[in-house]
């Protein structure tokens, strides 16, 4: 049966992450009206017409000034949650093989900052579902549920 314009659809959530040597860099969210002075990865939203990695790597750029081909990022979990708003949302987590440049807080307006984090001892002040969603990956789980 196809979507109907009353069909619910929930917000769709791109989220990058990007590790080396056991380190995955998170970002300090910081005037956006949501989990302002929290750690989270880069991403944001699906924008129309673009496809999960298309958004994931413009993100990339937009928010850390680095180049990721779409193709050098893998999916690696999908977390359903409800945001402290009551919304409910779907995250979907991609993991970079490989990127251009270095990571530098390009977006100062909406990041206060930048750094990379032992993956298993992340910061204790961070977006829910993104630690749930960090947590999936390290252990190779696809699926998660936040905040129901």
């Known amino acids: 049966m196809p979507a109907t314009a009353t069909s619910y659809r929930p917000h769709v959530g791109v989220h990058l992450i990007l590790a080396a040597d056991g380190k995955v860099l ?4 910081a005037n956006t ?6 750690w989270s990865v880069p991403g944001g939203c699906l924008d129309a017409g673009e496809t999960l ?7 990339a750029r937009e928010e850390i000034g680095i180049i990721i081909d779409p193709a050098d990022l893998a999916f690696t979990h999908l977390c359903h949650h409800a945001d402290p708003d009551g919304q409910a949302r779907v995250g979907v987590f ?3 093989r490989r990127w251009d440049g270095e990571p530098v807080n390009a ?25 749930s969603g960090l947590q999936a990956h ?5 699926f998660s549920l936040d905040g129901w």
Do not use: N
């Open 107 to 131: 977006e100062r307006g909406k990041c206060s900052e930048i750094g990379w984090h032992d993956l298993g001892d992340l910061p204790a002040d961070m977006v829910s579902y993104i630690r």
């Open 26 to 29: 998170l970002l300090r969210r």
């Open 138 to 142: 390290t252990s190779k789980d696809t």
């Open 94 to 96: 991609f993991a970079a």
């Open 33 to 38: 009206g949501f989990a302002d002075g929290c």
């Open 53 to 59: 990695p298309q958004a994931a790597a413009r993100e």
